[in-house]
């Protein structure tokens, strides 16, 4: 995406949040690419056989975005930042859903051990273990665990991540780093 449109999705997005739904129409075609690039970095993250193709990921994140109605969009890093926290929660549900099916759709029966056994080798087993580490993490400093679902799951740049949190480059580098190591520590555990 050219930073030239930059300026035009924040446009859409004010006019969005000011009550003007006609935008939403217009506002698909700029964003597209970008979306199905976010959803293609999640996606690439996941197992081989996902059954989610990055396409129905950006029209179910889509239709989640432009039907946040307490949202005031600021400009497109705060859009794309809400997109990643949308995909990725689409994403953990997913996987919550497919490991529950793998075990006949009663997960509720399985002990924790037997659980971790049987799930500890797939990549929705990593993502709902970095998901739970991220809650974690997001009880301790907010801060930190925006950061690192804006770098890694949102895709976007310690700039753009700045931008989002209105921070300063150097806290967000410092802040990503202590968040990446306290993560590591937490799913390496």
């Known amino acids: 995406m050219s930073q030239n449109t930059s300026p035009e999705i924040t446009r859409m997005l004010i006019e969005l949040t000011n009550g003007n739904t006609e935008v939403v129409n217009a ?18 993250r996941e197992r081989v056989s996902h059954t989610l193709q990055p396409t129905a990921l950006v029209h179910e994140a889509y239709l989640k975005l432009i039907d946040q109605k307490q949202v005031k969009w600021q400009n497109r890093a705060h ?3 809400i997109a990643a926290n949308i995909m990725r929660r689409i994403l953990v549900d997913h996987a919550r859903k497919h490991t529950a099916e793998k075990r006949g759709g009663a997960a509720e029966v399985l002990p924790i051990e037997e659980e971790i056994l049987v799930v500890s080798n797939e990549k929705s087993a990593e993502l709902i273990a ?3 580490a991220l809650e974690n993490l997001e009880k301790m400093d907010p801060q930190k665990a925006k950061i690192v679902e804006l770098r890694y799951f949102g895709g976007l740049s310690i700039e753009e991540t700045a931008e989002v949190l209105d921070t300063s480059v150097a806290t967000v580098n410092r802040q990503w780093r202590m968040a990446k190591a306290w993560l590591y520590g937490q799913i390496a555990n």
């Open 130 to 132: 970095l998901d739970e």
């Open 27 to 44: 506002l698909l075609p700029v964003i597209y690419d970008e979306l199905r690039n976010l959803a293609g970095n999640y996606l690439r």
């Open 79 to 81: 859009f794309f930042g």
